[in-house]
């Protein structure tokens, strides 16, 4: 549904069923002939939406119109349920679970695929299909991302959805039907009229990325177990007895071939069959692409291989096929793969190590992190030596010592970690990883809670000071240009600075005396410095780096107080008043402010002339005009700096969140806007150009 299912390409969610009616949306109950009249075109109206929205990704109308379209029909057909059929759209869901999944026998065996690792694979590939076919000429191929999901049969039989089932072992494989049609995009009745009265649809069956975190983060928040990756999270949606279950998966489909076609013809190549399903309702991959050569094949491939990170889907190689039938039917199968098709695998993003040593990092809270020194391997592209093992709990999980053999795993851009270890490699001298018991840094005494070990010795231990002067200095913080990382230990470790508030007493001179310091990039230090003096309240509060007082929460609380000293006298059970602040952070505000070495920090930084707006100018000159609204900022400004727009959104008492989604008030689009305009469109949210905004701010005086 428009209103549940978010952007096709990013997380259609679940079905639901639970929309209610308003008393403006009560029509009158028709007679049984005009009900079934308005009954089938209102079927057939949601169909094209689907159709729309699903396939084409160009929908027309908003939620709340395909929602009334919905409401409608549901009320007709629980006026006459006599009416009802099976390929209503309101039928997907099975009211009560299955006892056990039945078993389908494939008229046409389900195939895998032959594989190639890299380029000598593929040439030897195409020289192969060329001689078989005795011709010099470059090969057509159809092109298309191997998507990694599960394989499933769709039969449709006069256009109807009536049974679909999993690959199994080629031949037999369980009957999904009842899971399957829960699947949104999926169409229950094919569209148009010229397809074979019987037509087996085949496909891969995916959970998008972001559907996936989300089902994660629900799961965990409940204590539930999550999924390993959205494969496993797609297998385990559609082998659920009860369809009630998978109906709220993000599941979706990109369909990829046809099995058994009979009483019709289709075209005579792959790729026009592609656009034939395309017609009839069925997803199919944008990414498809016909091109001649193995030269091109190549191309193709490097081309996906850069997009990949950036999929809203994971895929995990490129699956070419000839491109003309004729020729396939000429090349035939070998075994249980075809002659006519071979998958191009990524290269793998997992590899074998062996644990060096382990070393303890102190964190900006004082959180002890064990990190784990590896033996460098090439992963996906990069060659990785460190990966994290992020507490005592998951080095006892893992059940890891030094010495052992590792599987490492760098999923997507995420920081490698260790996946699993490999116990019947353990060689005799592995060693325990044994936790320091003071701080390795300062040697202060350590905290546990629960898994996490902390330092005890705060802004005393050098190790949790430079990581909160790099906090401080950071984009989101006080965006200080040019104080990166490096510089700061330096700062510290010569004793230059130990404070945040002694930045601003920095000198050039002392500055340049740094490694890979000139006179002009000290200056240029001391400028950014200078001007990062000037910065609002919520960035303030966000660079003191108080325990889980992040970007929103110190708006928040901006937002609340308005004044700092106020914020700083506030007690825990007022802080709690606060949106968003619960009672672990309201006590972390609390004793952080407590603490008197803050609280010098915090006048040395006043007395240094760090400051910010009063917030509550524009309160008093005519409220918060944005207060309660949601606002999300896309694309290249002209006039300002994306964080500009951002802290003057903030300080007219707007949210301002990453992404767009229903709740969205407005999108503030600049320049080259892409996917979030596309987005805000399509579901029907505000969308503001910098010249609206830029009359909007004269209008309030911002
Ligand atoms: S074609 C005879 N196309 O890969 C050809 N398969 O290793 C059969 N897969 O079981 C498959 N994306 O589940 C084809 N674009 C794609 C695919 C694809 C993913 C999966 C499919 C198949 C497995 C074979």
Redesign the pocket.
């Known amino acids: 549904m428009f209103s549940s299912a978010g952007s096709q390409t990013e997380n259609p969610l679940a079905f639901d069923n639970s929309m209610s009616m308003t008393s403006s949306d009560i029509q009158p109950v028709p007679s049984p002939e005009l009900a079934e009249q308005e009954i089938l075109q209102l079927r057939q109206q949601i169909g094209e939406h689907n159709y729309r929205y699903y396939v084409l990704d160009e929908p027309e109308i908003p939620d709340s119109e395909y929602d009334k379209l919905f409401i409608r029909l549901k009320s007709l057909e629980s006026a006459y349920p006599q009416l009802i059929t099976e390929d209503s759209p309101t039928r997907r869901v099975g009211a009560t679970p299955l006892k056990a999944f039945g078993q389908v026998r494939h008229e046409l065996a389900?195939?895998?695929?032959d594989n190639a690792f890299d380029e000598e694979d593929q040439a030897d590939f195409n020289r192969r299909v060329k001689e078989r076919l005795d011709t010099t000429e470059d090969i057509e191929y159809a092109c298309?991302?191997?998507?990694?999901?599960?394989?499933v049969s769709l039969l449709y039989e006069d256009g109807r959805l009536v049974r679909a089932a999993t690959?199994g072992d080629g031949t037999t494989g369980e009957d999904i039907t009842h899971n399957i049609r829960t699947i949104e995009s999926i169409p229950l009745k094919l569209m148009g009229n010229d397809w074979p009265r019987r037509l087996e649809v085949?496909g891969?069956v995916y959970m998008p990325k972001a559907g996936f975190e989300q089902l994660n983060r629900r799961a965990s928040a409940k204590g539930e177990k999550t999924f390993v990756n959205p494969r496993n999270a797609a297998a385990g949606s559609l082998r659920q007895l009860d369809s009630r279950i998978t109906a709220k998966r993000p599941l979706t489909i990109?369909c990829?071939?046809v099995g058994v076609v009979d009483d019709g013809v289709l075209p005579d190549t792959h790729s026009e069959i592609l656009a034939c399903l395309k017609k009839w309702g069925l997803r199919v991959?944008p990414e498809l692409k016909v091109v001649k050569g193995v030269q091109a094949c190549e191309d193709y491939y490097q081309t996906m291989a850069e997009k990949r990170q950036g999929l809203p889907y994971e895929i995990d190689g490129i699956?070419y096929?000839v491109n003309a039938i004729a020729r396939q039917q000429a090349l035939g199968f070998v075994a249980r793969?075809?002659r006519w098709?071979i998958?191009r695998k990524f290269p793998a993003q997992e590899a074998i190590t062996t644990l060096k040593e382990v070393e303890f990092q102190v964190g900006r809270t004082g959180a002890i992190t064990p990190v784990a020194r590896l033996q460098p391997v090439f992963v996906g592209g990069v060659t990785v030596s460190n990966a994290t093992l992020h507490n005592m709990d998951e080095i006892e999980r893992l059940d890891i010592k030094i010495g052992d053999s590792v599987v490492i795993l760098r999923a997507g851009d995420v920081i490698p970690k260790v996946n699993q270890v490999i116990h019947s490699m353990r060689p005799d001298n592995a060693r325990d990883i044994t936790f320091p018991d003071r701080c390795p840094v300062c040697d202060s005494e350590l905290e546990r809670e629960e898994a996490i070990l902390r330092c005890s010795g705060g802004l005393f231990c050098s190790a949790q000071r430079k990581e909160a002067i790099k906090h401080f200095a950071s984009r989101k913080a006080m965006d200080i240009d040019g104080l990166g990382d490096k510089l700061v230990e330096q700062l510290v470790d010569r004793k230059l600075i130990a404070t945040v508030a002694d930045l601003f007493s920095l000198t050039a001179l002392e500055v340049s005396g740094l490694e890979r310091m000139g006179k002009k990039s000290a200056e240029n230090l001391i400028n950014a410095l200078d001007q990062s003096r000037k910065t609002t309240l919520p960035r303030f509060i966000y660079s003191l780096g108080i325990r889980e007082v992040g970007e929103a929460t110190a708006q928040g609380l901006a937002g609340h107080y308005r004044d700092l000293h106020k914020l700083m006298a506030a007690s825990e059970e007022d802080l709690q008043t606060v949106d968003d602040v619960g009672p672990v952070v309201a006590g972390h505000i609390e004793k952080f402010f407590r603490q008197e070495h803050n609280r010098e920090v915090i006048d040395a930084l006043l007395a240094k002339g760090v400051e910010w707006e009063s917030e509550s100018s524009v309160v008093e000159e005519g409220g918060q005009p944005l207060a309660g609204e949601t606002w999300v900022l896309t694309g290249t400004l002209n006039t300002m700096t994306r964080d500009e727009g951002k802290d003057i959104l903030q300080k007219l008492g707007a949210r301002v969140t990453g992404s767009v989604s229903a709740k969205t008030s407005a999108l503030l689009a600049g320049d080259k806007a892409g996917s979030k305009l596309a987005k805000a469109e399509k579901l029907g949210v505000r969308v503001v150009t910098e010249d609206d905004f830029m009359q909007m701010r004269q209008a309030w005086g911002v």
Do not use: N, Q, T, W
């Open positions: 389900m195939l895998s695929l298309e991302p191997k998507l990694d999901g599960i394989a690959r085949r891969e990109y990829y071939g991959s699956v096929k793969a075809p098709a998958a």
